[in-house]
C-alpha cells in the first residue's frame, strides 16, 4: 500500500492508501476500510455494485445517501443521470471524496447528522441509502424506529424504497434479520440480500417498493478486478428472514 494522504479528525484518523497491485484508492477510518474505487471513481466493493444493480431496477431519479466514504456509490449513479444528495456528519469525508475519489462538483454534500437531516428536510426521494459508519457499526440513532419512521416519511410514496447497508459476521449473527423487523414496521415489503457462509461480510436490507427486485447483477465495470467483483457480486441472493417475534 502507499498512503496518500493522512488526517486526523474528531471521528478519528483517516487515511488514503493507493493499492500497488491495482492502483485503486482506499478510503481506511480507525483501520476500517469505507471505500475502495478505481482511478475513475466507480467501486471495487461487490456491496456497492449490488446497490447499485438494485437502484437499476427501480425508476429512481432523485437519491438520499446517508454516509459519505469515497463516495463512489454517488459517482457511479451521477454517471446515469441520477440526482444524489449526500450526507454526512463529518466534512473531511466530502474533501477527500472530491480529491481522491472525483466525486463529481455537481454532486449536493451536506454536513449534518443522518437524522437530523431528515427531521430538517421536507423533500421526498425516490431512494434513501443508509451506509453510515462510526468504526464498525452504524450508529446507534440510525437504527431507532424513529429513524426508519423519518426515511419513511421522505420517501415517495408510490415507488420510493430504503437500502441499507449492514455488517454481518457470520451466518449465526442476527443483526440484520433484527434490523429487517424494524423496518417491517413501517414497509410491508422487506427483503434481505446476502452472501451466507461468507464471515464478516456486506448484507442489504431493502424495504419499500421492492417485491420485483431481481438478483444484482454488474452494471459498471470498474477498470481493475472486474472479474473477481463479478464472481463476489453473483453470491448475493436473496434469502429469508424471521419474524420479529421469533428475532428475541
Request: charged share 20%; proline share 4%; glycine share 6%.
Amino acid at each position: 500500500m502507499i498512503r496518500l494522504a493522512k488526517f486526523h479528525s474528531e471521528f478519528g484518523k483517516i487515511e488514503v492508501l493507493r493499492a500497488k497491485n491495482t492502483g485503486s484508492v482506499i478510503y481506511r477510518q480507525g483501520g476500517f476500510y469505507q471505500s475502495e474505487s478505481d482511478i475513475n471513481g466507480v467501486s471495487v466493493a461487490p456491496y456497492i455494485h449490488a446497490i447499485f444493480g438494485l437502484l437499476a431496477q427501480t425508476q429512481a431519479r432523485n437519491v438520499l445517501m446517508i454516509g459519505c466514504g469515497g463516495g463512489s456509490l454517488a459517482t457511479m449513479l451521477d454517471k446515469t443521470g441520477v440526482r444524489v444528495t449526500i450526507v454526512d456528519i463529518n466534512p473531511t469525508a466530502f474533501f477527500i471524496a472530491r480529491k481522491y475519489f472525483n466525486l463529481p462538483r455537481n454532486i449536493e454534500c451536506y454536513v449534518a447528522d443522518g437524522l437530523n437531516f431528515l427531521h430538517a428536510v421536507r423533500h421526498r426521494y425516490d431512494a434513501i441509502i443508509l451506509d453510515a459508519y462510526t468504526g464498525g457499526d452504524i450508529p446507534d440513532h440510525l437504527c431507532t424506529e424513529t429513524f426508519f419512521e423519518l426515511a419513511h416519511a421522505r420517501l415517495d410514496e408510490t415507488n420510493g424504497c430504503l437500502i441499507s447497508n449492514i455488517w454481518a459476521h457470520n451466518d449465526r449473527d442476527l443483526f440484520p434479520k433484527r434490523m429487517a423487523a424494524k423496518l417491517s414496521n413501517f414497509w410491508a415489503d422487506v427483503r434481505l440480500l446476502d452472501t451466507p457462509g461468507l464471515w464478516d461480510r456486506n448484507t442489504l436490507l431493502v424495504a419499500g417498493q421492492v417485491e420485483h427486485f431481481d438478483e444484482p447483477t454488474l452494471l459498471m465495470p470498474p477498470t481493475e478486478v472486474a472479474d473477481d467483483v463479478a464472481r463476489d457480486l453473483e453470491r448475493f441472493r436473496f434469502i429469508p428472514w424471521q419474524q420479529p417475534e421469533q428475532l428475541v
